[in-house]
């Protein structure tokens, strides 16, 4: 199963993604967390991307392209993945649409998980807390600069898809478990509708 999840930042796609890894077996691609690995490892491409992400912007196209190419090529991506955190522009929907095609593969389903922006900043606002601001770019400068950026590259995204008829929106607003069975039912219906169980 290949499957890209969308939502703002604090929708909860990592959390969501996460609980996918453990039901289906299948591996989580979470371009924020390539790319903080980068900075920590000090690799050219964490040293070009710490200070943008660190303002909340958005990595250039072509690196996370080239990111996430490599990273679907290798073995435990064969059977299949979740993309989380990318394409996060429309260049990245359509690089991605590409690279899947010369390895003859789709995407299974595309899931918006929709959330309201004031509950957006709380539950942001509470994992800067508990986490005792464990990101550099959860300050809540950073979140709204994340959330503009959000409107303005990736909100763009989500009508892409749904103009291809690719898209299901799933209300984000209930608790972990509400939001995780809505998201296994429509993974469900993709199922059938691709003819497997
Ligand atoms: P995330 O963990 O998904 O919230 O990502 C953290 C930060 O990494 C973002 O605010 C961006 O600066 C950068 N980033 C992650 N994924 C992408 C992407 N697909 N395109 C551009 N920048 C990205």
Redesign the pocket.
Same mark, same amino acid.
């Given at each position: 199963m290949r499957l890209v999840l969308l939502g703002p930042?604090g929708a909860g796609?990592?959390t969501q993604a996460q609980r996918l890894v453990e039901r289906y077996g299948i591996v989580q691609l979470?371009? %924020? @967390?390539m790319?903080?690995a980068a900075v920590a490892a000090g690799t050219p491409v964490g040293k070009r991307?710490q200070a943008?992400?660190d303002r %909340? @912007?958005?990595?250039?196209?072509d690196i996370?392209v080239e990111i996430i190419s490599d990273r679907i090529g290798q073995a435990d991506a064969a059977e299949g993945f979740i993309l989380?955190?990318?394409?996060?522009?429309v260049a990245?929907a359509e690089a991605l649409a590409e690279l899947l095609a010369r390895r003859r593969l789709g995407l299974d389903a595309v899931i918006e998980i929709g959330v309201d922006e004031a509950a957006l900043l709380a539950r942001i606002e509470k994992r800067a807390r508990e986490t005792g601001r464990a990101?550099a770019?959860d300050t809540p400068e950073t979140l709204h600069k994340?959330l503009e950026?959000y409107r303005q590259n990736t909100a763009p995204v989500s009508d892409h898809y749904r103009a291809k008829g690719m898209l299901t929106r799933v209300d984000g607003m209930g608790s972990m478990d509400e939001v995780s069975a809505a998201i296994s039912g429509v993974l469900e219906a993709a199922g059938r509708r691709s003819g497997r169980a």
């Open positions: 930042p796609k990592g979470s371009t %924020g @967390d790319l903080r991307a943008i992400m %909340g @912007d958005l990595v250039p196209d996370m989380d955190g990318f394409p996060r522009t990245q990101r770019d994340r950026v």
